[in-house]
């Protein structure tokens, strides 16, 4: 089982869509939770962090965390082209090291 | 937010020579710094955790002699690829941490170095 796994792509929603992208993990004991945006030939940057299970929203973007599944997800309402990328699902583990899924490639048709 | 400066952001060099990266972080310290390397349309693989006057410790496939780490101060990380062959040829990210280990811990990503090894 890989420590970090992130729902199969590419995923493609119309713009003004909701985008779902979801992410489980196998550490039980990993407290932080990351979701990265990272385009073609870039290096990846921070959307949102979460580390209480529940909600977290920033603008179009809300972040879901269920320690009990070892689920997190990201939600991103009024999707635009704009936020077509690869999104990466990182989790800070309970030996103190980041690890990645490999990511969910989204596509935002106009 | 914090600032991760890596430097240089790309490189070619001929096959059988060294190559070495610089990541620094430019407003605050870092005790751990992370080096990940990423091929095309895959997922950043952690390689090593740089700790800041010890050894750097090396993901399991990782040769530790092919790429040194060198985390000689608290804002500077330095990895090369010594001897480097095509199949080194990939996209390698430094991160670091402010704090390590606390539970909001964000990860600041320098900007990548796009190797290409000839």
């Known amino acids: 089982q890989k420590e970090v796994e992130q729902n199969s792509g590419p995923l493609s929603v119309p713009e003004g869509a909701i985008a779902s992208l979801n992410c489980t993990y196998s550490d039980r004991g990993s407290q932080s939770f990351f979701w990265y945006r990272q385009y073609s030939g870039k290096s990846p940057e921070l959307i949102m962090f979460?580390?209480?299970?529940g909600d977290k929203e920033d603008g179009r973007f809300t972040a879901q965390l269920n320690k009990a599944s070892q689920y997190v997800s990201l939600l991103i309402r009024d999707s635009q082209p704009s936020d077509s990328a690869t999104y990466l699902c990182a989790v800070l583990s309970s030996y103190d090291k980041v690890i990645f899924g490999p990511g969910t490639s989204l596509s935002v048709i106009p | 937010g914090a600032v991760v400066s890596q430097h240089p952001s790309w490189v070619i060099c001929k096959s059988g020579t060294s190559v070495k990266i610089e990541c620094r972080s430019l407003d605050f310290q870092a005790t751990t710094m992370f080096w990940y390397r990423q091929f095309p349309k895959q997922s950043l693989m952690l390689m090593a955790t740089?700790?800041?006057?010890?050894?750097?410790?090396?993901e399991q496939g990782v040769e530790k002699d092919k790429f040194l780490i060198n985390h000689a101060s608290l804002t500077l990380s330095t990895l090369t690829v010594t001897s480097a062959h095509p199949e080194d040829s990939s996209f390698y990210i430094c991160s670091a941490s402010p704090v390590a280990g606390t539970e909001n811990t964000e990860a600041f990503f320098g900007q990548g170095t796009r190797l290409t090894v000839v």
């Open positions: 979460i580390y209480s299970n």
């Open positions: 740089s700790n800041e006057g010890s050894k750097a410790t090396y």
